[in-house]
């Protein structure tokens, strides 16, 4: 069972260039959803989904798209890099929408913008 | 909107004693969910205890239990017999409806434990 997995670890982008982070589950989840990490602000909500074909804007959203065509995988898209979009992005995702429901955490890719 | 607080920005503890990390929240909801999780160095967020708002009882968790207090709206962290390992960042979370059912984290303690 491989849980939650993010590609690519690591990576380095000019100011402009556009890449996806990609973000996949085998735990058949209904709820996805991407953070991203910065000192001392905590995880703050990017994107969510709460099942394929849907999905809704977080707390800093702009810069960023995201889909959701199947129940495994969410990426994430930025359009056009930006210094301020340097830090750490975690996908997470959740079995249903019950609050006792904890959320499990991919492994995180750490992303320099240049 | 459900917002969580942490005042601890940094903290230090001997190791083999006990330490209690401090969390706040705010919410109109009647039902949520509270988590902690704990990011060592190497970046992952691993899952540690978990507290409904209508659950009687306190959490525990082997080493851990969530001291909560409903009525102050409170939901600390105690770390019993602290060990070396337990040297981490440690954020606090809630799920709440009124967030889409979102995870709202804290911007979390930085926990040093001392030889």
């Known amino acids: 069972n491989a849980g939650v997995t993010q590609t690519p670890k690591f990576q380095v982008l000019k100011t402009g260039q556009s890449m996806t982070l990609q973000c996949a589950q085998d735990?058949?989840?209904?709820?996805m959803s991407w953070y991203r990490q910065d000192p001392g602000m905590g995880l703050r909500l990017i994107h969510y989904?709460?099942?394929?074909?849907?999905?809704d804007q977080g707390e800093v959203p702009n810069g960023y798209n995201v889909s959701r065509s199947t129940t495994e995988d969410f990426p994430l898209r930025l359009l056009s890099a930006a210094p301020s979009q340097t830090s750490v992005y975690f996908c997470?995702?959740?079995?249903?929408?019950?609050?006792?429901?904890?959320?499990?955490f991919g492994s995180g890719t750490r992303l320099t913008v240049v | 909107a459900q917002k969580i607080t942490q005042t601890q920005p940094g903290m230090f503890v001997q190791e083999k004693e006990a330490v209690t990390l401090d969390c706040t929240y705010d919410?109109?909801?009647?039902?949520?969910?509270l988590f902690w999780y704990k990011q060592p160095s190497s970046g992952e967020m691993i899952f540690l205890i978990y507290?409904?708002?209508?659950?009687?009882q306190n959490a525990t968790e082997g080493r851990y239990s969530l001291n909560f207090q409903k009525a102050r709206k409170s939901a600390n962290l105690v770390i019993s017999a602290s060990q070396l390992g337990d040297s981490a960042m440690y954020f606090c979370?809630?799920?709440?409806?009124?967030?889409?059912?979102?995870?709202?984290f804290g911007s979390g303690t930085q926990l040093t434990v001392l030889p």
């Open positions: 735990m058949n989840h209904e709820y």
């Open positions: 507290q409904g708002s209508y659950d009687e």
């Open positions: 989904s709460v099942g394929a074909g849907i999905t």
């Open positions: 997470a995702s959740s079995q249903n929408r019950a609050t006792n429901y904890g959320y499990t």
């Open positions: 919410t109109s909801d009647q039902s949520y969910g």
């Open positions: 979370a809630m799920r709440a409806s009124g967030s889409a059912r979102q995870l709202t």
